[in-house]
């Protein structure tokens, strides 16, 4: 059987919510592929996974009381999110490619491919999705450490306040 250590768990997390928002991306995109990346459907759709991290990194901090710990949650859950996401995101834009290139967002990949050695649009667009990836994930984890400091900071205020608490003081 799998024994999985308390420093493994926000990898799994960040696993699972690849999974999960990889599954909705997918679903976005079949549901309605032309939909263009604008500022607020950007918001709306990455608000949610980056509060995830911050949760996760509040709850690491508040239950060691150490902020480096909502950090490491924070970058960790982000990396486990973005590997898995991004490979989705690949197998999204395989599905999708042909309804994809319709896209106003896409007019710039379009053009690249054009003047592109390239003879096949599916593998000049996997070649830059694998190109972009490590980037890409890169990118989330700095992220994700930034939302375990927001998230660790206000889960180690949490830790302090039950500290005291369980020695008798009382904050006012």
Same mark, same amino acid.
């Given at each position: ?130 190109? =972009? $990836?490590?980037?890409?994930? &890169?990118?989330? #984890?700095?992220? *994700? +450490? @930034?939302? %375990?400091? /927001?998230? =660790? $900071?206000?889960?180690?205020? &949490?830790?302090? #306040?039950?500290? *005291? +608490? @369980?020695? %008798?003081? /009382?904050?006012?």
């Amino acid at each position: 059987m799998l024994a999985l250590s308390r420093s493994d768990r926000p990898l799994l997390l960040g696993f699972a919510l690849g999974l999960a928002f990889g599954i909705v991306d997918v679903l976005f995109t079949w549901i309605d592929p032309l939909s263009d990346d604008s500022i607020p459907a950007l918001l709306r759709f990455y608000g949610p996974m980056f509060f995830m991290w911050a949760f996760a990194s509040f709850r690491a901090a508040r239950r060691s009381g150490r902020l480096a710990a909502g950090i490491t949650t924070g970058c960790l859950v982000a990396f486990g999110t973005f590997s898995v996401f991004c490979a989705l995101n690949l197998l999204r834009v395989n599905l999708f490619v042909a309804e994809l290139t319709a896209r106003a967002d896409w007019q710039n990949m379009m053009q690249r491919f054009r003047a592109s050695e390239f003879d096949s649009l599916r593998s000049f667009v996997n070649s830059e999705y694998l190109k =972009g $990836a490590p980037f890409k994930i &890169g990118m989330a #984890s700095v992220i *994700g +450490a @930034a939302m %375990g400091l /927001v998230g =660790g $900071a206000f889960g180690r205020l &949490g830790a302090r #306040s039950l500290a *005291g +608490a @369980a020695h %008798g003081y /009382v904050s006012r």
